[in-house]
Protein backbone atom coordinates (compact mmCIF):
# COMPACT_ATOMS: atom_id res chain seq x y z
CA UNK A 1 0.00 0.00 0.00
CA UNK A 2 2.73 2.51 0.49
CA UNK A 3 4.66 1.69 -2.41
CA UNK A 4 1.18 2.29 -4.35
CA UNK A 5 1.04 5.49 -3.01
CA UNK A 6 4.04 6.36 -3.64
CA UNK A 7 4.36 5.33 -7.10
CA UNK A 8 1.07 7.53 -7.56
CA UNK A 9 2.70 10.30 -6.32
CA UNK A 10 5.68 9.94 -8.26
CA UNK A 11 3.42 9.42 -11.68
CA UNK A 12 1.59 12.62 -10.29
CA UNK A 13 5.13 14.51 -10.39
CA UNK A 14 5.36 13.53 -13.55
CA UNK A 15 8.42 10.71 -13.05
CA UNK A 16 7.31 8.54 -16.26
CA UNK A 17 8.86 5.10 -17.29
CA UNK A 18 10.24 4.87 -20.57
CA UNK A 19 9.64 1.92 -22.83
CA UNK A 20 11.86 1.04 -25.94
CA UNK A 21 10.28 -1.63 -27.79
CA UNK A 22 12.78 -5.09 -29.01
CA UNK A 23 15.22 -4.80 -31.61
CA UNK A 24 15.02 -7.33 -34.08
CA UNK A 25 15.85 -10.58 -32.53
CA UNK A 26 18.84 -12.60 -32.96
CA UNK A 27 19.91 -15.90 -32.50
CA UNK A 28 21.10 -17.26 -29.56
CA UNK A 29 24.61 -18.45 -29.06
CA UNK A 30 24.89 -21.73 -27.65
CA UNK A 31 27.01 -21.90 -24.36
CA UNK A 32 29.72 -24.42 -24.54
CA UNK A 33 29.78 -27.98 -22.81
CA UNK A 34 32.44 -26.94 -20.43
CA UNK A 35 30.38 -24.09 -19.49
CA UNK A 36 27.22 -26.08 -18.77
CA UNK A 37 28.92 -28.53 -17.27
CA UNK A 38 30.23 -26.37 -14.01
CA UNK A 39 26.55 -26.19 -12.80
CA UNK A 40 26.29 -30.08 -13.01
CA UNK A 41 24.77 -31.55 -9.86
CA UNK A 42 22.44 -34.52 -8.15
CA UNK A 43 19.91 -33.77 -5.87
CA UNK A 44 21.26 -34.80 -2.27
CA UNK A 45 18.08 -35.07 -0.63
CA UNK A 46 14.12 -35.66 -2.18
CA UNK A 47 12.74 -31.82 -1.75
CA UNK A 48 10.52 -32.23 1.02
CA UNK A 49 7.30 -29.86 1.65
CA UNK A 50 5.26 -28.22 4.58
CA UNK A 51 2.36 -26.25 4.65
CA UNK A 52 2.51 -22.94 6.02
CA UNK A 53 -0.34 -20.13 5.19
CA UNK A 54 -3.61 -20.64 3.35
CA UNK A 55 -5.17 -17.38 2.76
CA UNK A 56 -7.98 -16.07 -0.71
CA UNK A 57 -5.60 -16.12 -3.35
CA UNK A 58 -2.73 -19.15 -2.37
CA UNK A 59 -1.59 -21.47 -0.16
CA UNK A 60 1.47 -20.92 0.82
CA UNK A 61 4.19 -24.01 1.36
CA UNK A 62 7.49 -24.21 2.60
CA UNK A 63 10.03 -26.80 0.83
CA UNK A 64 13.84 -27.28 1.12
CA UNK A 65 15.85 -28.69 -1.51
CA UNK A 66 19.48 -29.73 -0.88
CA UNK A 67 21.65 -30.13 -4.15
CA UNK A 68 25.80 -30.88 -4.86
CA UNK A 69 27.44 -29.46 -7.05
CA UNK A 70 29.64 -31.79 -9.36
CA UNK A 71 33.11 -31.70 -7.89
CA UNK A 72 31.91 -29.84 -4.40
CA UNK A 73 32.82 -31.23 -1.06
CA UNK A 74 29.71 -30.22 0.66
CA UNK A 75 25.67 -30.20 -0.55
CA UNK A 76 23.93 -27.08 -0.89
CA UNK A 77 20.34 -26.81 1.41
CA UNK A 78 18.10 -23.98 -0.01
CA UNK A 79 14.81 -23.31 1.14
CA UNK A 80 11.90 -22.31 -1.05
CA UNK A 81 8.20 -21.22 -0.64
CA UNK A 82 5.84 -22.47 -3.09
CA UNK A 83 3.09 -20.22 -3.89
CA UNK A 84 -0.07 -22.12 -5.13
CA UNK A 85 -2.64 -19.90 -6.66
CA UNK A 86 -6.07 -21.04 -5.76
CA UNK A 87 -7.70 -19.49 -8.47
CA UNK A 88 -5.58 -20.31 -11.32
CA UNK A 89 -6.67 -23.39 -13.76
CA UNK A 90 -5.29 -26.28 -13.68
CA UNK A 91 -2.23 -26.72 -14.53
CA UNK A 92 -1.38 -22.99 -14.95
CA UNK A 93 1.60 -20.88 -15.88
CA UNK A 94 4.02 -20.55 -12.46
CA UNK A 95 7.02 -18.09 -12.47
CA UNK A 96 10.56 -19.12 -10.69
CA UNK A 97 11.16 -15.71 -7.96
CA UNK A 98 14.78 -14.90 -7.10
CA UNK A 99 15.14 -11.93 -4.40
CA UNK A 100 17.57 -9.35 -4.18
CA UNK A 101 20.48 -8.58 -2.42
CA UNK A 102 19.68 -6.58 1.24
CA UNK A 103 15.17 -7.11 -0.01
CA UNK A 104 13.38 -8.07 3.58
CA UNK A 105 11.44 -11.09 3.00
CA UNK A 106 8.33 -8.82 2.96
CA UNK A 107 9.29 -6.94 -0.21
CA UNK A 108 10.17 -10.42 -1.90
CA UNK A 109 6.60 -11.69 -0.79
CA UNK A 110 4.92 -8.72 -2.31
CA UNK A 111 5.98 -9.87 -5.50
CA UNK A 112 4.82 -13.43 -5.02
CA UNK A 113 1.52 -11.51 -4.03
CA UNK A 114 1.43 -9.88 -6.62
CA UNK A 115 1.98 -12.10 -9.16
CA UNK A 116 -0.37 -14.52 -7.82
CA UNK A 117 -3.28 -11.95 -7.63
CA UNK A 118 -1.89 -12.30 -11.84
CA UNK A 119 -2.86 -16.35 -11.48
CA UNK A 120 0.39 -16.98 -11.81
CA UNK A 121 1.95 -19.69 -9.31
CA UNK A 122 4.90 -18.21 -8.13
CA UNK A 123 8.09 -20.54 -6.48
CA UNK A 124 10.04 -18.20 -4.67
CA UNK A 125 13.88 -19.66 -3.98
CA UNK A 126 15.86 -17.43 -0.96
CA UNK A 127 19.02 -16.66 -1.15
CA UNK A 128 21.04 -19.41 1.17
CA UNK A 129 23.59 -17.33 3.33
CA UNK A 130 24.49 -13.82 3.54
CA UNK A 131 25.79 -12.62 0.09
CA UNK A 132 29.72 -11.50 0.51
CA UNK A 133 30.21 -11.32 3.48
CA UNK A 134 33.95 -10.48 4.85
CA UNK A 135 34.66 -13.44 5.86
CA UNK A 136 34.21 -15.30 2.30
CA UNK A 137 37.06 -15.40 -0.51
CA UNK A 138 37.32 -14.05 -2.90
CA UNK A 139 36.84 -16.96 -4.95
CA UNK A 140 33.81 -17.76 -2.81
CA UNK A 141 31.66 -15.46 -5.40
CA UNK A 142 31.97 -18.23 -7.83
CA UNK A 143 31.25 -20.96 -5.84
CA UNK A 144 28.21 -18.87 -4.49
CA UNK A 145 26.78 -18.51 -7.85
CA UNK A 146 27.24 -21.81 -9.31
CA UNK A 147 25.18 -23.12 -5.98
CA UNK A 148 22.48 -20.70 -6.35
CA UNK A 149 22.25 -21.78 -10.25
CA UNK A 150 22.24 -25.48 -9.46
CA UNK A 151 19.96 -25.03 -6.44
CA UNK A 152 17.25 -23.12 -9.15
CA UNK A 153 17.63 -26.34 -11.96
CA UNK A 154 16.70 -28.45 -8.80
CA UNK A 155 13.38 -26.46 -7.92
CA UNK A 156 12.78 -26.27 -11.57
CA UNK A 157 12.56 -29.56 -12.22
CA UNK A 158 10.42 -30.07 -9.12
CA UNK A 159 8.08 -27.87 -10.60
CA UNK A 160 7.71 -29.57 -13.50
CA UNK A 161 6.09 -32.84 -11.72
CA UNK A 162 4.29 -30.66 -9.87
CA UNK A 163 -0.01 -31.15 -11.27
CA UNK A 164 -0.63 -27.62 -10.75
CA UNK A 165 1.96 -26.17 -13.05
CA UNK A 166 2.22 -26.39 -16.90
CA UNK A 167 5.35 -27.63 -17.48
CA UNK A 168 5.92 -25.54 -20.71
CA UNK A 169 4.90 -22.79 -19.29
CA UNK A 170 7.15 -21.69 -16.11
CA UNK A 171 9.10 -18.60 -16.20
CA UNK A 172 11.77 -17.20 -13.74
CA UNK A 173 12.11 -13.33 -12.28
CA UNK A 174 14.97 -11.49 -10.80
CA UNK A 175 15.44 -7.75 -9.72
CA UNK A 176 18.81 -6.51 -8.71
CA UNK A 177 21.09 -9.88 -7.66
CA UNK A 178 18.20 -11.64 -8.19
CA UNK A 179 18.41 -10.30 -12.05
CA UNK A 180 22.33 -11.57 -12.94
CA UNK A 181 21.38 -15.26 -11.44
CA UNK A 182 18.42 -15.49 -13.48
CA UNK A 183 20.52 -14.22 -16.34
CA UNK A 184 22.66 -17.59 -15.64
CA UNK A 185 19.55 -19.65 -15.12
CA UNK A 186 17.90 -18.37 -18.67
CA UNK A 187 20.98 -18.95 -20.34
CA UNK A 188 22.02 -22.92 -18.51
CA UNK A 189 18.20 -23.59 -18.93
CA UNK A 190 16.32 -23.39 -22.47
CA UNK A 191 13.17 -24.64 -21.00
CA UNK A 192 12.38 -21.63 -19.38
CA UNK A 193 9.85 -20.21 -20.92
CA UNK A 194 10.18 -16.31 -20.16
CA UNK A 195 11.82 -13.99 -17.79
CA UNK A 196 11.74 -10.28 -16.37
CA UNK A 197 15.12 -9.19 -15.15
CA UNK A 198 15.65 -6.09 -13.69
CA UNK A 199 18.60 -3.73 -12.38
CA UNK A 200 20.42 -5.98 -12.74
CA UNK A 201 24.45 -5.86 -14.78
CA UNK A 202 27.67 -7.72 -15.63
CA UNK A 203 31.32 -6.95 -15.44
CA UNK A 204 30.73 -7.75 -11.62
CA UNK A 205 34.39 -7.06 -10.84
CA UNK A 206 33.95 -3.58 -12.12
CA UNK A 207 30.56 -3.06 -9.99
CA UNK A 208 32.35 -3.85 -6.94
CA UNK A 209 34.97 -1.58 -7.85
CA UNK A 210 32.40 1.62 -8.28
CA UNK A 211 29.03 0.50 -6.56
CA UNK A 212 27.64 2.44 -3.91
CA UNK A 213 26.33 -0.55 -1.92
CA UNK A 214 27.55 -0.46 1.75
CA UNK A 215 28.01 -4.34 1.50
CA UNK A 216 30.38 -3.97 -1.66
CA UNK A 217 32.41 -1.77 -0.34
CA UNK A 218 32.86 -3.30 3.12
CA UNK A 219 33.59 -6.38 0.86
CA UNK A 220 36.38 -4.89 -1.41
CA UNK A 221 38.04 -2.78 1.59
CA UNK A 222 37.93 -6.44 3.59
CA UNK A 223 39.82 -8.58 0.73
CA UNK A 224 42.55 -5.44 0.23
CA UNK A 225 43.27 -5.34 3.76
CA UNK A 226 43.73 -8.90 4.42
CA UNK A 227 46.08 -9.49 1.36
CA UNK A 228 47.62 -6.48 1.57
CA UNK A 229 46.28 -5.12 -1.85
CA UNK A 230 44.39 -2.37 -3.69
CA UNK A 231 40.95 -2.46 -3.97
CA UNK A 232 41.60 -2.53 -7.69
CA UNK A 233 43.83 -5.21 -7.66
CA UNK A 234 41.11 -6.98 -5.52
CA UNK A 235 38.75 -6.45 -8.27
CA UNK A 236 41.12 -7.96 -10.56
CA UNK A 237 41.25 -11.11 -8.77
CA UNK A 238 37.41 -11.09 -9.01
CA UNK A 239 37.70 -10.53 -12.66
CA UNK A 240 40.25 -13.62 -12.86
CA UNK A 241 37.97 -16.09 -10.57
CA UNK A 242 34.43 -14.75 -11.19
CA UNK A 243 34.15 -16.71 -14.78
CA UNK A 244 30.22 -16.84 -14.51
CA UNK A 245 30.18 -13.40 -15.04
CA UNK A 246 26.39 -12.45 -16.62
CA UNK A 247 27.67 -10.72 -19.76
CA UNK A 248 29.06 -13.89 -20.81
CA UNK A 249 26.09 -15.51 -20.68
CA UNK A 250 23.42 -13.26 -21.73
CA UNK A 251 24.02 -13.99 -25.96
CA UNK A 252 22.52 -17.65 -25.14
CA UNK A 253 19.11 -16.34 -24.27
CA UNK A 254 16.92 -15.62 -27.21
CA UNK A 255 16.14 -11.58 -26.72
CA UNK A 256 12.55 -12.46 -27.51
CA UNK A 257 12.11 -14.66 -23.96
CA UNK A 258 13.16 -11.22 -21.40
CA UNK A 259 11.78 -8.31 -20.63
CA UNK A 260 14.43 -5.60 -18.90
CA UNK A 261 14.36 -2.89 -16.37
CA UNK A 262 16.61 -0.95 -15.60
CA UNK A 263 16.93 2.67 -13.26
CA UNK A 264 18.93 5.63 -15.09
CA UNK A 265 20.07 7.12 -11.76
CA UNK A 266 21.46 3.92 -10.14
CA UNK A 267 24.58 3.69 -8.24
CA UNK A 268 24.24 0.66 -6.86
CA UNK A 269 23.87 -1.44 -10.25
CA UNK A 270 25.35 1.50 -12.16
CA UNK A 271 23.01 2.71 -15.26
CA UNK A 272 26.09 1.91 -17.86
CA UNK A 273 26.21 -1.14 -16.53
CA UNK A 274 22.71 -2.28 -16.82
CA UNK A 275 22.39 -0.77 -20.33
CA UNK A 276 25.84 -3.23 -21.52
CA UNK A 277 23.95 -6.29 -20.54
CA UNK A 278 20.90 -5.37 -21.87
CA UNK A 279 22.77 -4.60 -25.13
CA UNK A 280 24.43 -7.99 -24.83
CA UNK A 281 20.78 -9.97 -24.47
CA UNK A 282 20.53 -8.45 -27.65
CA UNK A 283 17.89 -5.40 -26.57
CA UNK A 284 14.73 -6.85 -25.75
CA UNK A 285 11.47 -4.96 -24.92
CA UNK A 286 13.09 -2.29 -21.58
CA UNK A 287 11.79 0.06 -19.54
CA UNK A 288 13.59 2.55 -18.09
CA UNK A 289 12.47 4.51 -14.56
CA UNK A 290 14.51 7.27 -13.70
CA UNK A 291 15.05 6.69 -10.38
CA UNK A 292 18.04 4.94 -8.50
CA UNK A 293 18.53 1.71 -7.15
CA UNK A 294 16.26 1.67 -4.09
CA UNK A 295 14.72 4.39 -4.73
CA UNK A 296 13.07 2.05 -7.68
CA UNK A 297 11.38 0.19 -4.76
CA UNK A 298 8.42 2.95 -5.56
CA UNK A 299 7.62 1.46 -8.92
CA UNK A 300 7.34 -1.55 -7.50
CA UNK A 301 3.83 -2.34 -8.18
CA UNK A 302 4.19 -0.96 -11.65
CA UNK A 303 6.98 -3.82 -12.04
CA UNK A 304 4.91 -6.25 -11.38
CA UNK A 305 2.31 -5.32 -13.10
CA UNK A 306 3.97 -4.79 -16.11
CA UNK A 307 5.95 -7.88 -15.92
CA UNK A 308 2.59 -10.15 -14.89
CA UNK A 309 0.57 -8.42 -18.30
CA UNK A 310 3.88 -9.27 -20.48
CA UNK A 311 4.24 -12.68 -18.76
CA UNK A 312 0.45 -13.35 -19.38
CA UNK A 313 0.96 -12.51 -23.53
CA UNK A 314 4.05 -14.58 -23.67
CA UNK A 315 2.47 -17.78 -21.90
CA UNK A 316 -1.36 -16.95 -24.30
CA UNK A 317 -0.96 -20.55 -25.95
CA UNK A 318 -3.20 -23.80 -25.37
CA UNK A 319 -1.96 -25.93 -22.74
CA UNK A 320 -0.56 -29.15 -24.41
CA UNK A 321 -0.63 -32.44 -22.72
CA UNK A 322 2.91 -33.67 -21.45
CA UNK A 323 4.88 -36.47 -23.34
CA UNK A 324 7.76 -38.08 -20.62
CA UNK A 325 9.68 -39.22 -23.80
CA UNK A 326 9.65 -35.11 -25.37
CA UNK A 327 9.62 -33.32 -21.15
CA UNK A 328 11.90 -35.66 -19.68
CA UNK A 329 9.66 -35.59 -16.47
CA UNK A 330 7.40 -38.14 -14.21
CA UNK A 331 3.50 -37.66 -15.56
CA UNK A 332 1.61 -37.95 -11.98
CA UNK A 333 -1.90 -39.63 -12.33
CA UNK A 334 -5.20 -38.13 -12.04
CA UNK A 335 -6.93 -39.49 -9.32
CA UNK A 336 -9.91 -42.01 -10.11
CA UNK A 337 -13.57 -40.77 -10.00
CA UNK A 338 -15.36 -42.37 -7.32
CA UNK A 339 -16.88 -45.70 -8.19
CA UNK A 340 -20.78 -45.31 -7.87
CA UNK A 341 -22.43 -47.61 -5.09
CA UNK A 342 -24.46 -50.30 -6.56
CA UNK A 343 -28.03 -50.61 -4.60
CA UNK A 344 -28.10 -50.99 -1.07
CA UNK A 345 -24.19 -50.22 -0.81
CA UNK A 346 -22.77 -47.72 1.29
CA UNK A 347 -20.66 -45.17 -0.48
CA UNK A 348 -17.02 -44.99 -0.73
CA UNK A 349 -15.43 -42.53 2.18
CA UNK A 350 -12.92 -40.12 0.00
CA UNK A 351 -9.32 -40.21 0.94
CA UNK A 352 -8.49 -36.97 3.10
CA UNK A 353 -5.46 -35.22 2.02
CA UNK A 354 -2.80 -35.68 4.46
CA UNK A 355 -2.24 -32.62 6.94
CA UNK A 356 0.65 -31.24 8.64
CA UNK A 357 0.79 -32.08 11.96
CA UNK A 358 -0.48 -29.00 14.46
CA UNK A 359 2.95 -27.33 16.18
CA UNK A 360 4.91 -29.08 13.52
CA UNK A 361 7.98 -26.45 12.67
CA UNK A 362 8.76 -26.01 8.73
CA UNK A 363 11.84 -27.04 7.53
CA UNK A 364 14.55 -24.70 7.83
CA UNK A 365 18.04 -24.46 6.58
CA UNK A 366 20.84 -22.48 5.35
CA UNK A 367 23.22 -23.16 2.70
CA UNK A 368 27.19 -23.35 4.64
CA UNK A 369 29.08 -20.88 4.00
CA UNK A 370 31.56 -21.08 0.38
CA UNK A 371 34.79 -22.97 1.28
CA UNK A 372 37.95 -20.50 1.88
CA UNK A 373 40.49 -20.80 0.04
CA UNK A 374 43.14 -23.60 -0.20
CA UNK A 375 39.91 -25.82 0.50
CA UNK A 376 38.87 -27.61 -2.26
CA UNK A 377 35.83 -26.46 -2.14
Known sequence: MRWSLTFLILCCCGCPVLETPPAEPRPPQALAPEVLHRFDYAL??????????????????????????????????????????????????????????????????????????????????????????????????????????????????????????????????????????????????PRLHSAAIALAGGDIHEVIRISSEERLIKFREAKAAEHGISEAEVCERIKASFVSDPRGFAPAIDPRRLLTVLARLDTVMPHDFQVQLWEDFGRPLRYDLFTGHYSGGAYLPYIMAASARWFTRRFARPVRELDPARDRVQVLPTPARPKQPEQGEEPAQPEQPEQVEEGEEPASAEEPEPAKEGSGG
Open 44 to 189: AQPVDLKGMDVDEDAVVYEGRVVVQLQGDEAPTPITFEFWRCVHAARPAPAILLTPILGGGRSLARSQCRALVEAGFHVVLVNRGTRILRATWAIEDLELWARRSVAARLAVFEWMRNRPEIDPGRIGAMGISLGGIITTLLMAVE
